[in-house]
């Protein structure tokens, strides 16, 4: 509950005004019919048009009030409900951005989407539900009785026979159907989830032309929703039925006992009319609780998935002391290990221990799921170690504040994003207010000015979502160009300069070393050509550490170094030959 504190509290006007008005309306709903009685048992009996004139007057007033109040109880209503949500959203979204990798893995980004939008819409229909109806249903209920009550106590006691009938329906209907309401919820989810996973990844469908697969498992997925959303419903649209049996067996007891007693002139044919109108009343307010109810349980689900995003405790904590600064960029792993599940028995950071020296060129290399992105990404503390250290500037990363380390080093990862705008609107996002100049001082450095400056409109030029109108090398160097923009005292580049042709990833190399004096570098590449030249490589296997020095050094000591080095010769000789 403590979630929604805060947010009912600075909307408490409408938790209020929304019921009260609705409450308002609802007297009327009453009222209406007990006139209308006496109109016809006195008025029209007699044809005395005065006295209908002036009550169908008053009919008209209320009438005209209670739209007034209809309007104003559904306008807080949805207010209420829609500000609640939103800042519930805002809550959800926020602690999201807290989250490590880890955490993110955990919950899988399909799911946090869809617990951010699907199940907050939930919460948010069940608000509004519960400050239209949950107060003004009650008052219906209770006035409708008070009022029949008075019309004629006589027959008034058959409603006494409808309601537990009707009460043990709603409560076996929401009984079977809450179940299968949160069963229905997590199909949503998948359904969320593959659809996403469907429309992001279109191009590489088309490519393997797997669309009838995606079809097939699209079909799976909404029939699956569909069986349990029938499921659950058919159980819901039972109370249809069930409440028009109630309504016309109750309507069938009270015209014949009525009818009996307007024969022999006990009562007036207005009543009857009356008491009919408030015995509907009677059962819609029924009807809506149940209904309510209903939403209830749905809500209750999505409420435990909120609930199980707000309450997680972010992996990783920003610790340390705030005054700490990263001066130069030194680099060190002390025994580390690390395992992505910590129940697997093998780690995929198996004892690394190494030491890095500021402002210069390493590269890492080793073949593809050794552990090189995983180490890098020990450094800016996008995961933790299980146990040994990692050493920023000879300071544990744990005891860093997390802005001053992230702000420090500029990663490029080795799935890059752009995000849709302008170059420069990507660009700003390693320094806001980076100048002309800056920025192209940094594509200059990653090689980027070239095609940039060909586009039309230069660094204004729109970039489609995730950077789709650029190639797979363009994207690379923007990346580049954007960490750069961070002016980091550590830079590192995790195989992001795969899509670039040999040539311009040799000049990157070259502007990097010469233009970024004082940071250290550090690169992973597939090509030992990109790091040939580095001050020292590290090359990784099994998540271990099987060499380490400079290029000259590594063939003469490192059997996995030479055997990369002399596979890419062979590769190359081929290249040439063909
Ligand atoms: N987010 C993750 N969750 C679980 N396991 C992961 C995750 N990322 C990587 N792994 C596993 O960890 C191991 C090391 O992966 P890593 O990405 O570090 O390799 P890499 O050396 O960078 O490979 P590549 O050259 O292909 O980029 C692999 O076995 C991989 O399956
Ligand atoms: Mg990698």
């Not at 007990?34 to 007033?61: Q, S, W």
């Not at 792993?333 to 690394?352: A, C, H, Q, S």
């Not at 752009?418 to 320094?431: C, K, M, P, Q, V």
Request: neutral net charge; aromatic residues 8%; charged residues 20%.
């Amino acid at each position: 509950m403590s979630k929604y504190k805060e947010h009912i509290k600075k909307n408490f006007y409408c938790f209020i005004l929304g019921p009260l008005f609705m409450i308002l309306e609802a007297s009327g709903e009453f009222i209406l019919p007990f006139i209308n009685a006496n109109i016809i048992n006195d008025g029209a009996a007699n044809g005395d048009i005065p006295y209908i004139l002036r009550y169908g007057a008053y009919m008209a007033i209320i009438a005209a009030g209670m739209l007034l109040t209809g309007i104003l109880g559904a306008f807080y209503g949805v207010r209420g409900s829609a500000r609640t949500a939103a800042g519930l959203r805002r809550d959800v979204f926020r602690k999201i951005q807290t989250f490590s990798f880890s955490d993110i893995d955990r919950f899988s980004t399909g799911s946090l989407i869809t617990r951010v939008t699907n199940d907050i819409t939930q919460i948010q229909t069940f608000i509004q539900n519960l400050l239209r109806g949950f107060f003004r249903s009650p008052v219906m209920l209770i006035g409708a009785f008070i009022m029949s009550f008075k019309l004629s106590p006589d027959i008034a006691w058959v409603i006494f026979i409808i309601v537990p009938f009707l009460g043990a329906a709603t409560f076996f209907i929401i009984k079977t159907a809450s179940p299968r309401y949160t069963v229905m919820q997590e199909r949503i989810d998948s359904l969320n989830t593959g659809v996403g996973e469907s429309v992001t990844n279109i191009k590489v469908i088309k490519s393997f032309v797997r669309e009838e697969h995606e079809k097939n498992k699209f079909r799976a997925i909404n029939g699956a929703l569909m069986e349990k959303t029938v499921s659950a419903l058919k159980m819901m649209i039972l109370m249809q039925p069930v409440s028009a049996l109630a309504v016309n067996v109750t309507t069938l007891m009270v015209v014949w006992v009525a009818g009996r007693k307007i024969m022999v002139g006990s009562m007036e044919i207005g009543t009857l009319t009356a008491f009919i109108t408030y015995l509907s009343q009677i059962l819609t307010a029924l009807n809506f609780l149940a209904n309510i109810f209903l939403q209830g349980t749905r809500a209750a689900a999505s409420d435990k998935r909120i609930s199980e995003v707000l309450e997680t405790v972010p992996e990783i904590k920003d610790g340390g002391d705030s005054s700490r600064r990263i001066e130069s960029g030194s680099v060190e792993f002390r025994n580390v290990f690390f395992r992505y599940f910590k129940d697997r028995e093998t780690p995929v950071l198996d004892n690394i221990s190494l030491s890095i020296d500021p402002g210069g060129l390493v590269g890492i290399v080793g073949p593809t799921g050794s552990g090189k992105s995983t180490l890098i990404s020990l450094i800016s503390r996008l995961y933790d170690a299980d146990s040994g250290e990692v050493l920023v500037d000879g300071a544990n990363v744990k005891d860093i504040p997390m802005r001053e380390l992230r702000e420090n080093i500029a990663v490029v990862l080795q799935k890059n994003t752009l995000f849709s705008g302008t170059i420069a609107e990507n660009l700003r996002w390693g320094d806001e207010n980076a100048s002309a100049e800056d920025m192209e001082k940094a594509c200059r450095i990653a090689c980027a000015d070239g095609f940039i400056s060909s586009f039309p409109d230069g660094y204004d030029t729109e970039i489609g979502q995730g950077g789709g109108n650029l190639s797979g090398g363009q994207k690379q160097r923007l990346c580049i160009a954007r960490a750069l923009l961070k002016h980091p005292k550590i830079m590192i580049m995790d195989d992001s300069t795969s899509a670039v042709d040999t040539a311009t990833d040799a000049s990157i190399r070259k502007a990097l070393r010469e233009q970024l004096d004082g940071v250290t570098k550090i690169i992973i590449a597939q090509r030992i050509a990109s790091v040939i030249d580095a001050d020292m490589i590290i090359v990784m296997n099994g998540g271990k550490i099987t060499g380490c020095g400079t290029h000259s050094e590594l063939m003469k000591s490192c059997a996995d170094y030479r055997d990369i080095y002399y596979s890419q010769c062979e590769d190359d000789g081929e290249e040439d030959a063909v």
